[in-house]
Nanobody, 117 residues
Framework: QVQLVQSGGGLVQPGGSLRLSCAAP????????MGWYRQAPGKQREMVGT???????NYADWVKGRFTISKDNVNHTVLLHMNKVNADDTAVYYC???????????WGQGTQVTVSS
């Protein structure tokens, strides 16, 4: 069973920054599209952004440059850098790995991010 292990998250003040991490098995990390999704209370899960094995990045329109995704190829970790957060960013954030060859998709356990003063 593929395990994506998330870390980070918690409480952050409006306008602040936060970083989430997602550790993946080596084969998954290098062959899957890695991404971050979020689900706010009462809302559907939505994409934050993805990064392909090639390094190509794709973000939701609402990100507007505030969030970026990077990969640590040594530790097989995908990072979500969150800047200038606001209350609307409060949600459970999920790491995702999507195979580029099959329909297989894997999820992390989720981590709560709360933006509040």
């Amino acid at each position: 069973q593929v395990q994506l292990v998330q870390s980070g998250g918690g409480l952050v003040q409006p306008g602040g920054s936060l970083r989430l991490s997602c550790a993946a098995p080596r084969n998954i990390f290098f062959t899957n599209i890695m991404g971050w999704y979020r689900q706010a209370p009462g809302k559907q899960r939505e994409m934050v952004g993805t990064i392909a094995p090639s390094g190509d990045e794709n973000y939701a329109d609402w990100v507007k440059g505030r969030f970026t995704i990077s990969k640590d190829n040594v530790n097989h970790t995908v990072l979500l850098h969150m800047n200038k957060v606001n209350a609307d960013d409060t949600a459970v954030y999920y790491c995702n790995a999507q195979s580029i060859r099959t329909p297989a998709t894997y999820w992390g356990q989720g981590t709560q991010v709360t933006v509040s003063s």
